[in-house]
C-alpha cells in the first residue's frame, strides 16, 4: 500500500475512533457505490441523525489544507453516494454531512478537527 493510502487509513480509523469516543455509532465504514464512497457512516448518540462522515487526512496544511480538497464534484459524489445509501436501507432517519480533517503523519501527532453540518450537497 502506498504511503498516502496508509496515512489515509490511519486518518480514517483515528476519526472512527474519536466518533466512537464522542458517542457516535459507527454504522459503516468505507461504503461504496460504483466509484463514489463514503469514508463513515454514524448515528448520532440520540439515535435521530444519521450523519454521513468524509475524512481528509494530510502530514501538513502548509499548501493546502484538508478541508480544501472537499470541491464542488466531490460534495455531489457524497450526495449521490448518500442518497444510494439510504434508499438502499429505507433511512428515515434526519440527515448530515460532517467533514473531519486530520494533520499528522502519525496517530501519535495527529490533530483532528470535527466540522460539523460542512456542506449541504443539495446546495452545490
Known sequence: MARHNELGKAG???AASY???AGYGIIERDWRQG??????VARTEDGTTVVFVEVKT???DAIVRPED???ARKIR???R?????????AIWNELRF????IVGTAPENFRLEHIIDAFNPLLV
Open 81 to 89: 453516494a448518500a442518497d444510494a445509501y439510504v434508499k438502499e436501507r
Open 69 to 71: 480538497a472537499v470541491d
Open 98 to 101: 460532517d467533514l473531519i480533517n
Open 19 to 21: 466518533l466512537e469516543h
Open 35 to 40: 466509484s463514489r464512497d463514503i469514508d463513515i
Open 58 to 60: 494530510r502530514s501538513s
Open 12 to 14: 480514517e480509523d483515528f
Open 77 to 79: 459524489n457524497l450526495g
